[in-house]
């Protein structure tokens, strides 16, 4: 087993309390981000940011920083870089474990319209509908054709270009509390609320506020990837690593 470090593909905030983690542990560990955000919150331990160039790029940063355990702690609809870091497993034959939240489940009182895609998402949306559209900039121009719905977008950083929506308002801010989120819905005379399926808590308050206030929401599903050494928890990855890799520490 090599002494390297271990590659944290990050991006959540998962992978940045498992880098916490895992540096007091006394690990080497570099988190690598992609640079989508434009003010990323502080690392523990070493940062690397912007792409590898493919599954190739990721293969030969793994061979020359020589990485002992490869985590894949990426968003669970962050496709790309979860098909490359298993490519790259293949090819490197290193240790992998995939930190992903668990999906959200509807509980009684949820009125949830799963739907696969995001155009199935613009398509279940009823005409004359208010929608609070909690989806990342990239994810947004698919609504442009629904000219018969007032849309509530909001981000935590402006678009860098215009929003390509007929009937729009920009809310920039963070979900809040259930309270904030129940009050937000309230203010701003939502129906409906389209969202992904992303799991964990900060962004599950908007839902218990809808089930709270009875709104719809339309709730797009995770793509399907391959569930290779998946665990949910940072618990659970810090115990594998123990457990498996003990001899990792420094
Ligand atoms: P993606 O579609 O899976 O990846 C696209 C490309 O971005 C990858 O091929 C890779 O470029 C680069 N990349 C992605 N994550 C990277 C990382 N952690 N370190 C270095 N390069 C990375 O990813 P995405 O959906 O654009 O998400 C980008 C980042 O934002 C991820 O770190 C993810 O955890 C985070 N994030 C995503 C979402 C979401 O909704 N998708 C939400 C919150 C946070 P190369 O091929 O050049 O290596």
């Not at 271990?6 to 992978?15: D, F, N, S, Y």
């Not at 203010?187 to 089930?211: D, E, P, Q, W």
Request: positive net charge.
């Amino acid at each position: 087993m090599s002494n390297g470090p271990i590659l944290i593909l990050g991006g959540t905030a998962e992978a940045s309390k498992l880098a916490a983690r895992l540096v007091v542990q006394g690990h080497r560990v570099i988190s690598s981000l992609a640079g989508r955000t434009r003010d990323p919150a502080k690392l523990e331990g070493e940062v690397r940011i912007g792409g590898f160039g493919g599954a190739r790029g990721l293969i030969g940063y793994i061979v020359r920083e020589n990485v002992s355990l490869l985590i894949d702690a990426t968003h669970p609809f962050a496709t790309q870089i979860s098909d490359n870091a298993l490519l790259a497993v293949a090819s490197t034959n290193i240790p992998f474990v995939r930190l992903e939240r668990p999906v959200w489940h509807p509980k009684p009182g949820d009125n949830w319209t799963s739907v696969t895609s995001l155009e199935r998402a613009v398509s279940a949306i009823p005409a004359k509908a208010r929608v609070l559209l909690a989806l990342g900039r990239q994810h947004i121009a698919p609504f442009s054709r629904r000219g018969d719905v007032h849309f509530v977008v909001r981000m935590i950083d402006p678009p860098e270009i215009p929003l390509d929506l007929i009937d729009f308002e920009l809310e920039l801010s963070k979900p809040g509390k259930v309270e904030d989120e129940a009050a937000f819905l309230t203010k701003k005379r939502l129906t409906h609320i389209v969202c992904r399926n992303s799991g964990g808590s900060a962004s599950y308050t908007k839902i218990r506020a809808a089930r709270d206030l009875g709104l719809p929401v339309i709730m797009i599903d995770r793509p399907h990837r391959p569930d290779t050494n998946t665990l949910p928890d940072i618990e659970s990855v810090s115990h594998f690593i123990d457990t498996t890799f003990g001899s990792l520490r420094t």
